[in-house]
């Protein structure tokens, strides 16, 4: 399985939380011509000092959350609702 894209959606901003909200949906060829859009749910802080920008933090901890999943292949999105830092 390989990425071949990725980009956020459905953004929203908790501002007494001062975090983001967003659903970042990745493009993943599963093989042999296949590919799927896999949609995950993420969070992180608005201001992270010294930190990647905003959206490479999002996309960042979708990826991690798909990689550390325990399940070959796309999780069900259920199983995808950990908030990630």
Known sequence: ???LSARA???RVIRAARSVEAVIVLRLDLGDGKAV???VPVS???AAPGAAPLKERLIASAKLILAMSPVAGPVEE???TRNAA
């Open 1 to 3: 399985m390989r990425i």
């Open 9 to 11: 959606t459905t953004i």
């Open 37 to 39: 859009d896999h949609r």
């Open 44 to 46: 992180a802080p608005i």
């Open 78 to 80: 259920a199983v995808m």
